[in-house]
């Protein structure tokens, strides 16, 4: 019975995460104007920045400390283990669709490419490209462990869990973190850059950004020389662009 109940609570889990990614897409997207990031201005520019950067904040701090080991091990205490990632799953979930709804406007147009254009096509193609990449590299790591329900249907079943093996493949074999990559490709490739979405662009790819740089101590201490060897060759996130992870006897955990 506690078995099924964690399995129930992780397919609730990634419905939600799932949807929520979903949201975050279109509210960058403009093709639906009510949820977009690019709606009429509400508030005065100062307000709607400190927002916005609270916003960001709390779900960069959330994904940053929670990410951690130290962090699992902490929470593990308790909540069962099976149920950690899809915990870390729905909490992103639910920051996520929360940072969509309550994102406020700035107004401001950068730059805008006129409807119907070729390089305004170009431009969602790119958008959508870059999306799809993301989605990909979940599926290349293993999109199922990634959103929690592979702990708990291995529980399910009665087995014990698995790590996954360090495997480098498609995407994977031209930078490390394709799934960062493709993020700020949708993020960037837009037709209308406004004040709104340049803000959100840049807060969102130096989260990225950050966020790769703390995971590649974990994958140090998870794959030691073979991750180290790895990055000499592949570049982190922007294709040929060489960017070796820097290492400490802590990071190598010796």
Known sequence: MKAILMFTY??????????????????????????????????????AVLINVGLISLFGLHHSITARKGFKKWLTSFIPVPIERSTFVLISGLLLAFMVFQ??????????????SWLYYTMYALFFTGWSILFISTFLINHFDLFGLRQTFLELQGKPYTPLKFRITAFYKYVRHPLYFGGIVGLWATPVMTATHLFFAVCLTAYFVIGALFEERDLVNEFGDTYLEYSKNTPMIIPGMKTNVKTDPVAQGS
Do not use: C, H
């Open 103 to 116: 994102w406020q406007p700035m107004g401001g147009v950068i730059w805008t490419i006129e409807e119907g």
């Open 10 to 47: 992780s397919v609730v889990s990634y419905l939600i995460g799932f949807v929520s990614l979903l949201l975050w897409i279109i509210s960058v997207s403009n093709l639906i104007p009510e949820i977009s990031i690019d709606r009429v201005p509400e508030l005065p520019l100062w307000q």
